[in-house]
């Protein structure tokens, strides 16, 4: 069972910045961190969680969110097992519980417990 355990959430003031971690573990079924298409979304109070971030297999391709491009880079270190989403800029409506999520070729997905982001002055 593929486990995501994220990191790197807390409190800061607008205009500044934050890394996510996700660490990944437990793989089977002959698939590896570098089969799966890693992904970030959020989930704001009384809103729809919504995909941040999304990024290919072997890093090269990627997408974002219309609010969050330019500010958020995803990337992500298959050595490591690991993702991350580096986000500068940060302003208030960016306050969410940020997930991970992980796809497999079989189209299986795992999410992680979320970490809270919090844009307050």
């Known amino acids: 069972q593929v486990q995501l355990v994220e990191s790197g959430g807390g409190l800061v003031q607008p205009g500044g910045s934050l890394r996510l971690s996700c660490a990944a573990s437990g793989f089977t079924s002959g698939f590896t961190f570098s089969n799966y298409i890693m992904s970030w979304h959020r989930q704001a109070p009384e809103k729809e969680r919504e995909l941040v971030a999304l990024?290919?297999?072997?890093?090269?391709?990627?997408s974002y969110e219309g609010s969050v491009k330019g500010r958020f880079t995803i990337s992500r270190d298959n050595g490591k097992n690991t993702v991350y989403l580096q986000m500068n800029s940060l302003k208030p409506e960016d306050t969410a519980v940020y997930y991970c999520?992980?796809?497999?070729?079989?189209?299986?997905?795992?999410w992680g417990q979320g970490t809270q982001v919090t844009v307050s002055s």
């Open positions: 999520r992980a796809v497999s070729p079989t189209s299986t997905v795992y």
């Open positions: 990024i290919g297999t072997a890093g090269d391709a990627t």
